[in-house]
């Protein structure tokens, strides 16, 4: 089974908990891939000379990183809410993540629309041990049912969120002014 994290690498990005959660994993078929650029990549190589696991995968394209994705058991994104920036952004990542099919494992950022809700896992306490506990549930999931849930989010995601339907909204909302 593979988790991935793909996106910028830094620490404030929650990805120092991220491998410490996932390092008291204790299955030896589990690996954590990350995907990206930027200064905690030494610290994933680092991670990875005590735990072969833990793999850094650097930058690929996006038509190589969606098929990696799809492939996936489940993908991470263990964003801190705590960020003030976090209260007036939505993480498209997390979009991206839901319309490849693959479960998504996210924090409740602020800006997550409360119809995201059903369509992913989520980190209940935002530290290695919480990201521990997540992943350990998620993990003890058949293959099949976390499949069958990614099937869900990813046709929500093409149905609810696809340009057509997002650019209705946007057009009601400057016709009512």
Known sequence: RTIIYAGGL??????????????KLKDPQIRLW?????????KIEEYN????????????????????LIKASLLVNPR?????????S??????????VGTPLLTTKLPGIPKDHFPHVY???KESSLGIYKALSLLMRYSDKELHEFGL?????????KNNVTQSKKIL???LKK
């Open 10 to 23: 830094y620490e404030r990005y929650g990805l120092k908990h991220l491998v410490e959660g996932f390092k």
């Open 80 to 88: 801190p809410t705590h960020e003030a920036y976090t209260k007036y």
């Open 152 to 160: 869900k989010s990813k046709s929500f995601t093409l149905k609810k």
């Open 49 to 68: 000379k005590l735990d072969s696991r833990i793999v850094y995968k650097g930058i690929v394209t996006n038509a190589e990183l969606i098929s990696i």
């Open 34 to 42: 990350v995907f990206g650029a930027g200064p905690f990549s030494k």
């Open 90 to 99: 939505f993480p498209s990542k997390n979009l991206e993540f839901m319309s």
């Open 122 to 124: 989520f980190i209940n």
């Open 172 to 174: 009601k909302m400057i």
